[in-house]
Structure formats: structure tokens, C-alpha cells
T-cell receptor
Framework: QKEVEQNSGPLSVPEGAIASLNCTYS??????FFWYRQYSGKSPELIMF????GDKEDGRFTAQLNKASQYVSLLIRDSQPSDSATYLC??????FGTGTRLQVFP | GAVVSQHPSRVICKSGTSVKIECRSL??????MFWYRQFPKQSLMLMAT?????????EQGVEKDKFLINHASLTLSTLTVTSAHPEDSSFYIC??????????FGNGTRLTVT
């Protein structure tokens, strides 16, 4: 059974802080990893994807991948209240974690 | 960017009736589409993989005869929930990809069975 694990949260951070979201996966052969943001009642929207070990930055977002430890993380810098949502980690693009709810308070 | 249109966005039906949900890729050809179901406060659960011109591949535990999937063209896949019951009430989401990841999601369909 391929699994993707996330802490359900909520993760509460003040506006302007860094939010750190983590995800672990069980299938060592996984090659592609995705972070989606989902607002309540809406479909997921892609934030970032990462294929190689290390960091990948896009604006305020940084994805980090460590295949040896089988975890992938998402850092959100300068968090804004509009970032408040559930963040879904997906492996190979098809298997999703349960998501971490992020709350950014002013 | 790649756009996936899903219709209807919301449907209410009576128990025992069937409901059809459409998923269209508007600006690309999708040889493969995916259907997910999401219950409140839970993650997306992959129901089936829909391949153009062939039978869908269902995930374990998903009833083929209840959730009929048709992928008649490169831009259209449909999911029909047959003889719907209240426990089928959920958020159904389709997605597609234009050859390689990532997935492009439709806006979802909120199904309520009374």
C-alpha cells in the first residue's frame, strides 16, 4: 500500500512568518512530488513540483526533497492570511496525503 | 495553461437516481483522465483512471457497476453515479494531464443525494 503522510494540523503561524509543511512517503521508488493548495470547497491548485533532491524555489515558496529520508517539505516565506488553506502533498501526482491545514493570523 | 472544465459544479438528486458528471480538457488532449472523490476533511481518493477508447481502471474498493466511466474522446470523460444513495454524497473531482505530470484539476462537483 503506497502511502503519503501529512500532519493534519492546523498549523497556525503569524502573518509574515515562515510556514513549514512536511510530508513523508512510503514508496521509495517515487520520482515526482507535488504540492497543491486547496481552499475549502474548491479543487486543488498546483503550487510546486520537485523531482530532484535538494531545494527548489518559486517566489515565496520553497520545496525541499530528501529521497533518502523519503520526505518532502514546503516552506512558505512571509506568510499571508490568504495562504490559509489546506496543503496537499502528492506523490507521482496521483497519491495524495490527507493534507495539512494552515492558518495564518494577522 | 491547461484548463479542465467540470460540469455540473453542484447537483442534488434523489436516492435511486443516476447522475452524470462531465470532465473536459479545453485546450489540450488528455489521453488519461482521473476521477477522485473527497469526503469532508479527508484527502482526495483516486477512484479510477480513465483512458481514451478503453475501459477505465478502477482502484480497489471502487464499484465498477456503480461508478460508470466513459472516455469517448481525447477531451471528454464522464462519470455516472448509478442508483445514487446518500452515502455517495461527496465532492467529485476530475483531473487530466497533457502527457506528463502535474495534474490539472476540474473545479469539482458537489453531489448531494437526498
Amino acid at each position: 500500500q503506497k502511502e503519503v503522510e501529512q500532519n493534519s494540523g492546523p498549523l497556525s503561524v503569524p502573518e509574515g512568518a515562515i510556514a513549514s509543511l512536511n510530508c513523508t512517503y512510503s514508496d521509495r521508488g517515487s520520482q515526482s512530488f507535488f504540492w497543491y493548495r486547496q481552499y475549502s470547497g474548491k479543487s486543488p491548485e498546483l503550487i510546486m513540483f520537485i523531482y530532484s533532491n535538494g531545494d527548489k524555489e518559486d517566489g515565496r515558496f520553497t520545496a525541499q526533497l530528501n529521497k533518502a529520508s523519503q520526505y518532502v517539505s514546503l516552506l512558505i516565506r512571509d506568510s499571508q492570511p490568504s495562504d490559509s488553506a489546506t496543503y496537499l502533498c502528492a506523490v507521482t501526482g496521483l497519491i495524495f496525503g490527507t493534507g495539512t491545514r494552515l492558518q495564518v493570523f494577522p | 495553461g491547461a484548463v479542465v472544465s467540470q460540469h455540473p459544479s453542484r447537483v442534488i438528486c434523489k436516492s435511486g437516481t443516476s447522475v452524470k458528471i462531465e470532465c473536459r480538457s479545453l485546450d489540450f488532449q488528455a489521453t488519461t483522465m482521473f476521477w477522485y472523490r473527497q469526503f469532508p476533511k479527508q484527502s482526495l481518493m483516486l477512484m479510477a483512471t480513465s483512458n481514451e477508447g478503453s475501459k477505465a481502471t478502477y482502484e480497489q474498493g471502487v464499484e465498477k457497476d456503480k461508478f460508470l466511466i466513459n472516455h469517448a474522446s481525447l477531451t471528454l470523460s464522464t462519470l455516472t453515479v448509478t442508483s445514487a444513495h446518500p452515502e455517495d454524497s461527496s465532492f467529485y473531482i476530475c483531473s487530466a494531464r497533457d502527457g506528463s505530470p502535474p495534474l490539472h484539476f476540474g473545479n469539482g462537483t458537489r453531489l448531494t443525494v437526498t
